[in-house]
């Protein structure tokens, strides 16, 4: 069975991605103590949560990019979002600046950005 139109994966895939960087978001500001449990103490609060306001902002506007069919904005905000995350995991887990855990992100960030290179058109 085809999707019902070329449009359906791609848009699905922003939607996942955007579900996934809201819920991301969301983790600290809802349980700060189960995610730096995960993620390791931080230093300043405020960044913290300033990270966690954009994943969500930026999950909610590639949500909203996809499903008013704007492929462009929904494809530029989940690549952007996923390159950023996977390069300061990259950079900063071998400085010992963060803990080995974001190693475990940035395979998720790897994974999305290899989803949208294998994305057809939209």
């Not at 390791?40 to 960044?47: C, H, I, S, T, V």
């Not at 905000?77 to 950023?84: K, M, N, P």
Request: proline share 5%; net charge positive; glycine share 10%.
């Amino acid at each position: 069975m085809q999707p019902s139109s070329t449009t359906d994966a791609p848009a699905g895939l922003a939607v996942a991605q955007g579900v996934f960087n809201v819920v991301g978001g969301l983790w600290p500001l809802v349980s700060l103590r189960s995610f730096e449990w995960v993620f390791g103490p931080k230093r300043e609060r405020w960044l913290e949560y300033t990270v966690a306001g954009l994943l969500c902002t930026n999950g909610a506007a590639q949500i909203a990019a996809a499903r008013s069919g704007e492929p462009v904005a929904a494809r530029r905000i989940g690549q952007g979002t996923a390159l950023t995350l996977l390069a300061i995991d990259l950079v900063y887990v071998p400085q010992g600046r963060i803990r080995w855990t974001y190693l475990i992100d940035a395979a998720m960030e790897a994974g999305w950005l290899l989803a949208w290179r294998g994305a057809r058109r939209w």
